[in-house]
């Protein structure tokens, strides 16, 4: 835990604040990075995550990887080493699976999607409406990660249309991912970014490959739309490398459970102030190392033939 003082001092606010300017000096506050990926997405394993979180104050971490971990066992090996370090942080059950698209069809890498109290692994490629299902009977909590960070065919992004799908239907998620280390990253390179979006000489298929700048700015207005729907902000340092972790963070009052407060929509989410150098060489490394790992989509989609641009995955799969 750290200060509100120390709150203040190093964090910025994304969200609405809803407790933490209340707090009288001396109270302390609950720190939380839900999306890391230090296991099979990372080349330098859980200790580097474990060391930065517990320096920066961190009391709840989840570690996220691509499809794989959110079983007890793999759960259990990590909190051990966190005893063997003798760090006080609750480590989350939980990894980001790859779902069924919404509205795209087109689509061969899936969307993410951050899953919480996860109890094991998980069959990639579900449905939403299957993960959703499985979500209210496991108690799990659902946040659709990295909110419009991407375009074209091999966007991995839920986009706000999705999220509209998704409560129009009944299937909220508990949440919404409003801030990622990811989308940071990018924003910090729009000064080379935004000209190749901007340009009539790049290629359409290259711009595609390019995340865009402002995905957490849009993150951010689709939650306020949907925030009676949708109650919880999350937020994730997306971190590979074991140096950015607690960049993005949840807060929630000292004494409080996380699982309750998100629940509850008594969460706040805020930006560390001074960014942690970037490393691109590693950053571009870890990147490739999680699309090993990222799974692929099951052969019946892939050959599903010629479909019209108005068709849905909803459409294509009942129960989607």
């Known amino acids: 835990m750290i200060t509100v003082e120390a709150l203040r001092d190093n964090y910025i606010p994304v969200t609405e604040r809803k407790f933490s300017h209340k ?5 302390k506050v609950q720190l939380a990075d839900l ?22 104050g961190v009391d709840w971490l989840a570690m996220t990887d691509h499809d794989e971990g959110g079983d007890e066992e793999t759960t259990n090996a990590i909190r051990r080493i966190r005893d063997l370090l003798g760090f006080e942080i609750n480590i989350i059950s939980a990894s980001e699976a790859t779902a069924l698209p919404i509205a795209d069809p087109y689509n061969r890498k899936g969307k993410h999607v ?4 996860q109890k094991k692994l998980l069959q990639p490629f579900m449905s939403w409406k299957d993960l ?13 990660a990295h909110l419009e960070l991407g375009r074209g065919k091999g966007n991995i992004s839920y986009t706000g249309e999705e999220v509209k799908r998704m409560v129009d239907a009944g299937l909220a998620p508990d949440g919404l991912e409003v801030h990622n280390g990811s989308g940071v990253l990018f924003d910090r390179y729009a000064w080379a970014i935004d000209p190749i979006h901007n340009s009539l000489l790049v290629p359409q298929a290259f711009k595609d490959f390019i995340p865009p700048t402002g995905s957490n700015a849009a993150a951010l207005t689709i939650y306020n739309e949907y925030s009676d729907e949708i109650p919880a902000a999350s937020a994730g340092s997306d971190d590979h ?3 950015r972790v607690a960049e993005a963070v949840v807060v929630i009052p000292e004494g409080a459970d996380l699982f309750e407060a998100m ?6 989410v805020h930006e560390q102030k001074k960014l942690a150098r970037l490393q691109p060489i590693s950053m571009i490394d ?14 019946e989609i892939l050959s599903l033939g010629k479909i019209d641009k108005r068709t849905t995955i909803i459409d294509i799969f009942p129960g989607s």
């Open 23 to 27: 707090l009288p000096p001396g109270t």
């Open 132 to 144: 959703r299902q499985k979500a209210n009977e496991e108690e799990m909590l659902l946040f659709p």
């Open 286 to 299: 870890s990147v490739l190392l999680a699309q090993r790992h990222i799974k692929k989509p099951p052969i």
């Open 263 to 268: 629940r509850a929509g008594e969460t706040e």
């Open 35 to 56: 999306h890391t990926h230090p296991h099979v997405d990372s080349r330098v394993g859980v200790i580097p995550f474990l060391t930065n979180a517990h320096i920066k």
């Open 114 to 117: 951050i899953i919480l109290n």
């Open 241 to 243: 490398e074991g140096t």
